[in-house]
């Protein structure tokens, strides 16, 4: 009865694909359907992407439809579309019909209108998947299922089970059961647990917990991790303008979101804008992405170039501070970044007040200074030693002691006033934040050279 | 009975806090006490870190043993081992047994060797506490609860519910039951769900999923959180070597690893090289983080101003090179930048496999190939309108489409490196990449204009 316990394991699925192909080879279809089907839905749609398109139209029309319908949920968002895309419609309705609701609305969202028109009209299970097609993708309408377990206040514990025990055992969020009175308002939530261990009599309203968090449909979802994260909650109910019970976010949901959000900050940060860019991208969606970008950062260096234009005629005498003017936009530019990745990471995860906005400058501004006289004697000792120029040094020190201030300065409020104006922090990527520390870092160097210009050639 | 649902409600917490400080100035301990203790855990710690010494040492001996111990749970670890040390230590010992037994594994971690010893030899409940100490703290096993729940196989569904009857209700996760043979093998899993509407005398290993999903007890907590949200499982058993049970990791657990590793990662890239660092750490703890990247990237930088000080006659003939060659290097790093957040997002998220390196290495050649040769004509065409030299323009522009080549490779296989030779591939920050992107930009650019002097003058 018992085997061993099952840890995850690329190998596995590996070893598995090997076998899966010499049976293919063989012509033994339904052997190979059957090591496919045995693998957990997230390793069968992992094996199934890897196969190739040939093998894949072997085994698909084979699969039964449960399997088919985990394949279908397991696959990244553009895999399933075009996937969706490539069935007869009959079979997609009866995928879809067969699929959890919030993902067969996915698919939906993903595939052509005309296509998901028709799938539609064939689908029968209509009721839990036409709710959730209007929600935006990112915010808890768009994230929640509609399959969840609502129990009337006024019924008993006893009753409950009961009706546990007929509902479809393939609905999500079994854990917690949430207390819905008859006008569908939300009035309490209760665990399976309490349900299990209560005097069969109870009745729901005297065993529920009356406090239950909630989100608006309407609301980001970043909204709705924040609250199940903070809160350490399983699952979390979604209610309409109204307050009635709409659906339900659950904790695998989250897990998504908690990474879709950091690989969105990690993105923006590095000037990439979309977190939907991965290496799978085709060449000129990652050209359209990362190009816009690059072309800011096109007028933003040449920005730069024309504050070190303003000092030609000192560099054509001096030309050793062509040398060092890039030393100091290098080290204001990574000062800079320091902070912008504090800063961003303190307000995703919401442990900034604004009213503490100038403590944390003034902190910032004091770890700048310190940083820059470090980093500014040492480097200036350094120049001097090396090219002899006592004046060299010290100008060198003094404009890496000031471009590493304003640079903390600049990578701590950009950040602040990007969130001021409702907009993400995490868009104050390196692009924006070293236009600053170049072009200040350049002008502050290249500016007391002139002044001291005689003591310099 | 019903009361609203409640929301997250960052105000809430404010205006709870504004009637503390009323309750408290009018010396109405207990009011306060009430106020406070009727908040969630997670905003009863909000409130009272925000509380200043003398409100909380007022508050504190008037607080019950559960609040304390709930909100010693909340807190952040530094404050959570703060205020450890400051407590007596039989009250201390009496805090960490109302305590979940990993947090309070977690605080006698932090405290003071010393301090530890006192508290173990005081308290009563050292079962549960004892065997998470020896873990580091990001291991699976640092990560458990040694609070489950445990079947035996033989047992009845009716003998199970009788004994989740009368086990300690606060225990965690209470959705998944283990199934445990005599020997203290992990043997299955059984969701309560299936435990309720099995027939009353089913015995548990009928109805039990004899697959089990498991970690090692000293896997990293990240192979623990790839598992959890690969198969999106809110606990995962944790086994020694002996395939003992000793432990499980919790989807709230999972949370807090997808945050801190998300922190982690954006940290890195940004030249922080620990995820501990927050805006409320000490000026002298950031320093002591930040200043050796800083220090790094001197280096770095002054290894470029080497290789342009190579270039110092060139520079004293044609100064006009020192106002763009820092266009060719800040398109340089940030084309790598792109790359670098890509392949490392990937590398985290498990959707990279290394057979596949050297068609991602070209995919990325082709991008950066492309992109240098749209900027490069841009800037190219540019500059030449500027300066009026068309010599320059196209000096420039192939050295920005060199750059920017070299730059996408960079940032694509430094992680890729760093991932095969074991080391967390976020390392490969920016100081790191954009130390080749600048070097190998001064030499490329300033090399094609030592080589065409003669049109440049």
Chains 1, 2 share one sequence.
Do not use: C
């Amino acid at each position: 009865l018992t085997e061993a316990p099952r840890a995850i394991d690329k190998d596995r699925v590996d070893s598995t694909l090997e076998k899966i192909r010499e049976k293919l080879e063989a012509g033994d279809i339904q052997d190979a359907i059957e090591i496919l089907t045995r693998l957990h839905p997230a390793d069968l749609a992992d094996a199934f992407t890897e196969l190739d398109e040939q093998e894949q139209s072997a085994l698909l029309p084979r699969l039964d439809l449960q399997s088919a319908a985990d394949l279908m949920e397991e696959l990244q968002d553009q895999a399933a579309a075009d996937f969706a895309e490539s069935l007869p419609t009959d079979l997609l309705a009866d995928l879809l019909d067969e699929m959890q609701p919030d993902e067969a609305a996915d698919v939906l969202g993903d595939i052509s209108r005309q296509r998901a028109a028709q799938a539609l009209s064939e689908m029968e299970d209509l009721d839990e998947v036409l709710p959730l097609l209007g929600h935006e993708d990112e915010t808890a309408g768009g994230r929640m299922t509609t399959s969840f377990v609502g129990l009337l206040p006024d019924s008993t514990a006893q009753q409950a089970i009961e009706f546990l025990r007929h509902r479809d055992p393939e609905a999500e969020t079994p854990y917690y059961l949430y207390v819905i009175d008859h006008d569908g308002q939300l009035t309490g939530v209760l665990g399976l647990r309490e349900l299990v261990i209560a005097p069969p009599n109870a009745t729901i309203s005297s065993i529920m917990d009356p406090q239950v968090f909630h989100v608006d449909v309407k609301a980001d979802q970043e909204e709705a991790a924040r609250i199940m994260a903070r809160y350490d909650l399983a699952g979390l109910p979604v209610v309409d303008e109204a307050g009635k019970m709409v659906g339900v976010i659950t904790y695998d949901d989250l897990f998504d979101v908690l990474e879709e959000e950091a690989t969105e900050d990690i993105y923006r940060l590095a000037n990439v804008p979309s977190a939907e860019l991965s290496l799978d991208s085709p060449i000129h969606v990652a050209i359209r992405q990362r190009l816009p970008w690059l072309f800011l950062n096109t007028f933003t260096a040449l920005f730069a170039s024309w504050v070190i234009s303003n000092f030609e005629p000192v560099l054509a005498q001096v030309a050793v501070l062509a040398v060092f003017q890039s030393v100091v936009a290098a080290l204001g530019g990574n000062a800079a970044t320091q902070s912008l990745a504090i800063m961003v990471r303190a307000i995703a995860l919401g442990t900034v007040e604004l009213q503490e906005v100038w403590r944390t400058l003034v902190k910032e501004a004091l770890t700048g200074l310190l940083q820059g006289v470090t980093i500014g004697a040492s480097v200036g000792l350094g120049v001097f030693l090396w090219k002899g120029n006592p004046v060299l040094g010290i100008i060198l020190g003094v404009a890496l002691i000031g471009n590493m201030l304003i640079a903390v300065i600049v990578g701590t409020l950009i950040p602040l006033v990007l969130r001021w104006l409702n907009q993400d922090p995490a868009l104050a990527s390196s692009v924006l934040v070293t236009a600053v520390t170049d072009s200040f870092g350049f002008a502050l160097f290249l500016g007391l050279a002139a002044l001291f210009l005689p003591y310099l050639r």
